[in-house]
């Protein structure tokens, strides 16, 4: 089945502790991306890729770091979370953007 | 600078009735692609449409229609005979080519559709 999986589905953490989220695609996709989303303010983008060892900042990156070794992981890095990081976050991939990008399940956040 | 505006926050409809979300943007490109997702109460988003700057051709799925108005920047989104399974967030989403076809979403329109 084409999916893009993300892990954990929940996390909470304490300020400081650093955390990763893993975001997987079976598909191929070149494109992947990051996304939080946060009441009122719609998704916002973090980070994404165009393809392998290609990335690039979004719109809201500051507290965030992002690599892509492999083409189908996109992992999320919060060296050290903060309050303001809570937050649902989404992974998408794309085949190319701007297709229609396939979201995982999302990840709800808590930093404490 | 791009931005998408979804002005109307929460609508509230009784089961049969014509519902329309409203959908602007801003850009100063000629080519870019608009974008709508359905994010329903079990959290994932699912895609509803992909539309580019050059097809101003309305679109039918369904009981869904999406009317493009380039001369008003609005890609509105109209769902006829609504049911009580399209209760949901809506986003309208904005990709620029000029900015490497980063995605901007609007602030979604959350929809309910009473029995």
């Known amino acids: 089945e084409a999916q893009v999986t993300q892990n954990p589905r929940y996390l909470i953490t304490v300020t400081g502790k650093k955390l990763t989220v893993t975001c997987s695609q079976n598909m191929n996709h070149e494109y992947m991306s990051w996304y939080r989303q946060d009441p009122g303010l719609g998704l916002r983008q973090i980070y994404y890729?165009?393809?392998?060892?290609?990335?690039d900042k979004g719109d809201v990156p500051e507290g965030y770091k992002v690599s892509r070794k492999e083409k189908r992981n996109f992992p999320l890095i919060l060296e050290s979370p903060s309050p303001n990081q809570t937050s649902l976050y989404f992974c998408?991939?794309?085949?190319?953007?701007?297709?229609?990008?396939?979201f995982g399940p999302g990840t709800r956040l808590t930093v404490l | 600078a791009q931005k998408v505006t979804q002005a109307q926050t929460e609508i509230s409809v009784v089961e049969k009735e014509d519902v329309t979300l409203d959908c602007v943007y801003e850009?100063?490109?000629?080519?870019?692609?608009l974008f709508w997702y359905k994010q329903p109460p079990s959290g994932e988003l699912v895609f509803l449409i992909r539309?580019?700057?050059?097809?101003?051709q309305n679109e039918i799925s369904g009981r869904y229609s999406w009317n493009f108005q380039k001369s008003t920047s609005s890609f509105n989104f109209t769902i006829t005979a609504s049911q009580v399974v399209d209760s949901a967030v809506y986003f309208c989403a904005l990709s620029e080519v000029d900015s490497s076809y980063k995605l901007i979403f609007g602030s979604g329109t959350r929809l309910l559709v009473r029995p």
């Open positions: 890729s165009m393809n392998v060892e290609v990335t």
């Open positions: 998408a991939s794309s085949k190319q953007s701007p297709n229609e990008q396939f």
């Open positions: 539309r580019n700057s050059f097809d101003e």
């Open positions: 850009t100063r490109d000629t080519t870019y692609y």
